[in-house]
């Protein structure tokens, strides 16, 4: 999976690409100036549509936001560094939300495979 920044979405809007999406719908409601600023880009790049513009915005709000989580230093040695300094195990939310998303990706994924009958 291709983690992308805010910034480079314009130049992903430029050249659209196929993306695996999930089944699901997740209705939001925006507020009037965030739903004006999402008609503003559909406009201006208008091989994208609101569906995708938002998606994209979200994910790359989710991977900056999962990059930003806070390490929190337990007390367990999990590994040593080049230098033989030890590296404590991640006591915050960051592998918390990586186990969470890895079962919620299981389960989505389960969901969207074909029935077999």
């Known amino acids: 999976m291709q983690n ?3 910034k480079d979405l314009p130049s992903k809007w430029d050249t659209p690409a196929g993306t695996r999406h999930t089944r699901r719908t997740y209705p939001v409601r925006l507020t009037l ?7 503003a880009l559909a406009e201006i790049y ?19 936001l999962e990059a930003d989580l806070p390490y929190v230093q337990g007390s367990r040695i999990v590994a040593r ?4 300094d030890p590296i404590y ?5 960051s592998p918390r939300f990586h ?3 890895r079962r ?12 077999p009958g």
């Open 89 to 93: 195990e991640d006591v915050g939310p």
């Open 33 to 39: 100036r965030d739903a004006a600023r999402i008609q």
């Open 4 to 6: 992308i920044k805010i």
């Open 104 to 115: 919620h990706l299981e389960a989505l994924e389960a969901e969207e495979q074909p029935d």
């Open 46 to 64: 208008p091989g994208v549509d609101t569906d995708q513009i938002i998606s994209d915005l979200l994910s790359a709000a989710l991977d900056e």
């Open 81 to 84: 560094d080049e230098f033989g």
């Open 99 to 101: 186990e969470a998303t």
